[in-house]
């Protein structure tokens, strides 16, 4: 328990180490099923520091949400983190016991569901629910706890906070019910904050106060933020770096900036051509063609190019995750450029497999 | 300053909103109380169960040994100022015996439902948390009593040991009675494991047995209180056909089935005394059934009464 001591060390800012708060190295969460093994989540990698916001996007099914709830350890049977390791300032959570965990989760790290109008314990008023947050983890007398709650249900911006904690979740709206998650995950002052498409059930406005109040919070708390989402728009609000999820693999990573203005892999940019623009009247949107390919039946090598436009015979052995530039790193055999590779477009076998392993960086 | 801003604008926090409705708050009793009250029928049942209650708690207490005493002279006596109901083929008070009927079938009726809750939700809860093996085997287990004729089973218990103790008879309508209770807790369980409020109290670091007993419960109230109430008429009629049939409380004790059983002999000449005690237990099943009802409607939170 150790590091977890540590860990609030670090954001009181007693210890200004550039170390990441959360390190996930080639996590693996796979789920038998009676038709084959379903690998939501293959070989994912990044990491967070304190402080930071880290995005990441993809479509529905690509494994984001399975990432979350694996860092969380809350996998539903018959799912299982088969491989790889998950460092919470240098505490390994794959390993943790259960106890260890029940102390890690709403403590070090706390989530924010996607679904405000269901997460909330109809039976509890919104005051007691909160309360029950802080005690969970503080040692705390009721009413001190229940005081705590009022502070949190301001400090996310809920006027009239004293009648608000007494008021029952049905009785807020979809914004107020978020607000109210949100006070409930920062209650215990957690060290990484995991917002599962935390906007996504929120009309714009609500979305636009909710993330101005995340944002607030990150500066005053300096916690670490990973932000899931498809909305580009609110990534390149919120984020510092990006990672691209694809069938359960991280197909580009880079910095904010990098991500909108040099796209390099063929996912990214077909995500970034299907936002619709203002002003762009009688243009049909860009759409990626084809579905997220069925997990039980992957294609050989790049998982993509089934519908990726650059598709080239090279892609049948699995690409090699280059290094584009100092924060930029992409799954895809195209140049830096967008040309073919130098072996060619044509190379396979040994030969491809063997450039692939040399421009990867070593693991 | 030349400019005028709105002062409560400039004071605003990023992010706040300025919405604030006016909609009293109530607390949750509150709320309960209200919609409670508005169900004529069930408050009508409430208070019949109240009254109940207080006269089978005074009346014995009062009178004490008294629903025993026979007499040689005042069999089938008229009514009289000590005796409401006037008196039975052996001279005894029937008032004073309803009334001790009355007590001995609520507190079977009472402590065989609190066995039913207890063994009942325990049981539920576990079956429809856990889920798989775990949820086989109890419910196996479930099926397997409800296989079982109940009152034989009862009857066979309280044979084997010893009529006529309150305790037995308990044990035995307790032990059979719990299964139905049992179903509907994992029912509702089994839904609940899913619902985004539990895995969101997963997600804070909650101990399993506090999101059973803290998230889970609660949300299962409704349906475990009409099981429960529906439990004390069930009891209650069980314990009278137990003793109607011989097997429960035998005279001089009195038992709403007891008395029931002495009356048949004296259909034609009495009728009256079969009707005392079969309109008593018709009063307490109708009283404990609408009260559950109208419980039911109550205690849904997410119910609001307009208004």
Redesign the interface.
């Known amino acids: 328990m150790t590091d977890r001591v540590k860990v609030k060390e670090i954001r009181t800012g007693v210890s200004e180490t550039q170390d990441d708060l959360i390190e996930v190295k080639d996590l693996r969460t796979y789920f038998p099923t009676q038709d084959g093994v379903v690998k939501a989540v293959d070989g994912v990698s990044f990491e967070i520091e304190a402080g930071k916001t880290l995005g990441i996007v993809g479509e529905s099914g690509c494994g984001k949400s399975i990432t979350a709830l694996s860092i969380?350890k809350?996998i539903e049977k018959p799912g299982r983190i088969v491989g790889g390791s998950i460092k919470l300032d240098g505490f390994e959570i794959v390993n943790a016991t259960d106890d260890e965990?029940?102390?890690?989760?709403?403590?070090e790290i706390?989530?924010i569901?996607q679904?405000p109008m269901?997460?909330?314990?109809?039976?509890?008023?919104c005051g007691d629910q909160i309360a029950?947050?802080v005690s969970?983890?503080d040692d705390m007398g009721r009413r001190e706890a229940h005081n705590k709650a009022v502070e949190m249900i301001r400090d996310?911006?809920i006027?009239?906070p004293k009648?608000r904690a007494?008021?029952?979740p049905?009785?807020l709206?979809g914004?107020?019910r978020q607000r109210v998650?949100i006070a409930?995950a920062l209650s215990t002052d957690p060290a990484l904050l995991i917002a599962d498409e935390p906007t996504t059930a929120l009309d714009v406005t609500?979305q636009a106060?909710?993330l101005?109040?995340m944002k607030?919070l990150r500066e005053k708390n300096k916690m670490a933020i990973m932000l899931i989402t498809h909305d580009l728009g609110v990534i390149a609000e919120m984020a510092d770096e990006v990672v691209v999820m694809y069938a359960g693999k991280v197909v580009e990573r880079s910095d904010v900036n990098t991500i909108f203005a040099q796209p390099h892999h063929p996912y990214t940019h077909g995500l970034l051509a299907s936002i619709p623009r203002l002003g762009e009247r009688h243009k049909r949107l860009a759409v990626i063609k084809g579905v997220v390919p069925n997990p039980l039946n992957l294609p050989k090598g790049c998982l993509f190019k089934r519908r990726c436009p650059y598709a080239m015979p090279v892609c049948d052995t699995a690409p090699p995750f280059q290094q584009l530039g100092p924060n930029h790193s992409s799954l895809c055999w195209l140049t830096a450029d967008q040309k073919p590779p130098a072996i060619g477009a044509n190379a396979s076998g040994v030969i491809a497999e063997e450039t692939a392993a040399a421009m990867s960086p070593s693991k | 300053m030349d400019t005028t801003v709105n002062p409560s604008l400039a004071q605003r926090l990023p992010g706040e909103i300025d919405e604030v409705d006016l909609i009293p708050v109530r607390t949750y009793w509150q709320m309960v109380r209200r919609r409670f009250l508005r169900n004529r029928l069930a408050v009508v049942a409430f208070l019949l169960l109240v009254v109940l209650i207080a006269l089978a708690l005074i009346v014995p207490t009062l009178t004490g040994e008294m629903y025993r005493k026979t007499s040689l002279i005042k069999p089938y006596a008229g009514v009289e100022l000590a005796a409401p109901l006037g008196y039975d083929d052996i001279g005894q008070n029937i008032f004073l015996r309803l009334m001790k009927a009355l007590q001995t079938s609520l507190f079977i009726g009472f402590a065989a439902v609190s066995i039913i809750f207890t063994v009942g939700v325990s049981v539920g809860a576990i079956a429809g948390y856990f889920g798989g093996w775990v949820d086989n085997i109890l419910m196996r287990v479930v099926d397997v009593v409800l296989s079982l004729p109940s009152l034989f089973l009862v009857i066979m218990l309280v044979a084997f040991f010893g009529g006529g103790n309150v305790w037995v008879i308990v044990f035995a309508i307790g032990l059979t009675g719990w299964t139905t209770a049992a179903r509907l807790v994992r029912a509702t369980f089994l839904s609940l494991r899913e619902a985004d409020f539990v895995q969101a109290a997963q997600a804070l670091g909650a101990s399993r047995f506090r999101i059973i007993t803290r998230h889970m419960l609660p949300s299962a109230l409704a349906p475990i209180l009409v099981a429960v109430t529906l439990g004390v008429a069930d009891s209650v009629v069980t314990e009278a056909a137990l003793s109607f049939l011989g097997f429960g409380i035998s005279p001089p004790e009195a038992s709403l089935g007891n008395m029931m059983t002495n009356a048949i002999n004296y259909m034609i000449r009495q009728p009256l005394l079969i009707v005392y005690p079969g309109v008593t237990l018709i009063l307490i099943v109708l009283a404990a059934s609408f009260l559950g009802d109208g419980l039911r409607d109550a205690l849904d939170p997410r119910q609001r009464a307009e208004g």
Do not use: C, W
Not at chain 1, 101 to 107: A, D, E, F
Not at chain 1, 118 to 125: A, E, G, K, Q, W
């Open positions: 969380m809350l965990m029940r102390q890690i989760r709403g403590n706390s989530m569901f679904e269901t997460s909330l314990n109809p039976v509890y008023n029950e947050a969970l983890h996310v911006g006027p009239d009648h007494k008021q029952y049905h009785e709206s914004g107020m998650m409930m609500i106060q909710i101005e109040l607030a």
